[in-house]
């Protein structure tokens, strides 16, 4: 199955500051690259997603940006808010699917 | 997500028991997935499947078992043999990843302590 590497495991920030969360992964025929958001105690959430064919993706204060040469792809948080705080978790799934260890981001007030 | 349906929410085991974790989804999904999180922990794949009667291992499956009778149910079984069950278990569905990797969607979980 495809390796996938997530940095960092944590992250603290101050509200209004950006966040950046970087994955590697390790199978050059992955096409999709999701990225999760999972609250305390809930489900895991789909936030962004990204294709092979694009290089960038952004939906409000969130952007994915992906660099398949070098098998990067990275989350970008702006304007941070304290509701942002939670796990994070990416994915480059080919066939199964299997996450990063996650990144446990706070957003202080 | 309101399309698939996890029970019960909180499950306790004995020594020694099998016990049976319920996940059904009416999404008309093709790939199901279980998922094994402990706390502070990431998502680790117990098993998946992609079609109905077929289920492939994932990275954690040895004291657990599931089948896939149904496109819309995919039971897992913690069996005596999986000595440390305690966790949370997400289920999980998606459309099929054969045919270009689609998102996927979440059950609420379910919480096994051993008693």
């Known amino acids: 199955g495809e390796n996938v590497e997530q940095h960092p495991s944590t992250l603290s920030v101050q509200e209004g500051d950006s966040a950046v969360i970087k994955c590697t992964y390790s199978?050059?025929?992955?096409?999709?690259f999701p990225w999760y958001k999972q609250e305390l105690g809930k489900r895991p959430q789909l936030i962004i997603d990204?294709?092979?064919?694009?290089g960038e993706k952004k939906d409000q204060r969130i952007a994915v940006t992906l660099n398949k040469t070098a098998k990067h792809f990275s989350l970008h948080i702006t304007e941070t808010q304290p509701e942002d705080s939670a796990v994070y978790f990416c994915?480059?799934?080919?066939?199964?699917?299997?996450f990063g260890a996650g990144t446990r981001l706070t957003v202080k007030p | 997500d309101g399309g698939i349906t996890q029970s019960p929410k909180y499950l306790f085991r004995k020594e020694g028991q099998n016990v049976t974790l319920s996940c059904e989804q009416n999404l008309n999904h093709d790939a199901m997935y279980w998922y094994r999180q402990d706390p502070g922990q990431g998502l680790r794949l117990i098993y998946y499947?992609?079609?109905?009667?077929?289920?492939q291992k994932g990275d954690i499956a040895e004291g657990y078992s599931v089948s896939r009778e149904k496109k819309e149910s995919f039971p897992l079984t913690v069996t005596s043999a999986q000595k440390n069950p305690t966790a949370f278990y997400l289920c999980?569905?998606?459309?099929?990843?054969?045919?270009?990797?689609?998102?996927?969607?979440f059950g609420d979980g379910t919480r096994l302590s051993i008693l």
């Open positions: 990204i294709r092979s064919n694009v």
């Open positions: 499947s992609q079609i109905v009667n077929d289920f």
């Open positions: 999980a569905s998606s459309y099929n990843p054969g045919q270009g990797n689609q998102p996927q969607h």
């Open positions: 994915a480059a799934p080919n066939n199964d699917m299997r």
């Open positions: 199978d050059s025929a992955s096409n999709y």
